[in-house]
């Protein structure tokens, strides 16, 4: 203790770690840190993000359960992890797939300096007048829509299936983009950030067998996206005009332009809500 209380107080008890500091540890480091930054960066975009909170809130369970030295729960998680990496390569297996794929395809270029996103309501209705104004619009002339608002559930998953087109938001862009025989008509278009993102992009459809069977693909592929994230997703029917908003594995049907603004408005003051 007096040895200790000495180097201490010497300061060599700050700088002996740091003797052997070479070269090396510094290449150490850096590997470490772009490793880390670069799971961030592709964890932000995907579902796997809220599965690894799932996974961080057990471990801090089992980590307090060893502290406070809890039996019953402590020989669950030792079961647990014996079995845990083979769990969690199953759990992950579509996000490890597309991550060993695109080692070595993305340039360095592409690791940016992390952006913050504001996720303020009042932002979000900047874009809100646009989306309804373009969803009435393909309602009056039966133009078949998909669109996508991303909230705090990243899906870069699906964005990827479509082309990445980021520009500022119109109804008159919204509406060209979905306009029979265009290029990109087929699929999604993903707002994020008050910005369109992507277009043509192709959605999970939902498995469930209590859906009304007079509703098509589109319906089904916003229930289905609804049923993996907190994205609000409005459809417009191409045999009827129907306008319907999907949120949270729920479809809600014949809006108006009117009611179809109070209800965007609702939902995304309700998820404002929940992350506060």
């Not at 599965?51 to 359960?65: H, K, R």
């Not at 060993?100 to 940016?112: D, W």
């Not at 319906?219 to 029917?237: F, K, P, T, W």
């Amino acid at each position: 203790m007096k040895e200790m209380m000495t180097k201490l107080f010497s300061g060599s008890f700050f700088s002996e770690p740091f003797s052997t500091f070479g070269w090396r540890d510094i290449l150490d480091i850096f590997c470490l840190a772009a490793l880390f930054f670069a799971l961030y960066l592709f964890v932000r975009d995907r579902r796997a993000g809220k599965l690894l909170t799932g996974v961080a809130i057990i471990v801090a369970i089992f980590v307090i359960s060893e502290i406070l030295d809890m039996y019953a729960i402590r020989f669950i998680f030792d079961s647990f992890f014996s079995y845990g990496l083979i769990v969690l390569a199953i759990i992950f297996q579509p996000e490890l797939r597309a991550a060993m794929e695109r080692i070595g395809s993305v340039p360095f270029n592409g690791l940016k300096t992390i952006a913050s996103e504001s996720r303020d309501l009042a932002a979000s209705k900047a874009f809100v007048g646009t989306v309804v104004e373009a969803a009435h619009n393909m309602s009056l002339s039966k133009t078949g829509a998909l669109i996508v608002i991303e909230r705090s559930t990243k899906i870069g998953e699906y964005i990827s299936t479509g082309t990445i087109v980021n520009a500022d938001l119109s109804p008159e862009l919204l509406c060209a983009l979905f306009v029979n025989k265009a290029p990109l008509h087929d699929g999604a278009v993903v707002i994020r950030n008050g910005r369109l993102l992507a277009a043509g992009c192709y959605l999970p459809l939902s498995e469930r067998h209590d859906i009304f069977k007079g509703l098509g693909t589109r319906h089904r592929a916003a229930i289905g996206l609804s049923e993996q994230s907190d994205a609000i997703i409005v459809v417009v029917s191409e045999e009827t005009g129907t306008i319907s908003v999907a949120y949270m594995g729920e479809l809600f049907r014949e809006f108006s332009a009117a009611s179809l603004r109070r209800k965007l408005f609702e939902l995304m003051r309700r998820q404002e809500q929940k992350e506060n």
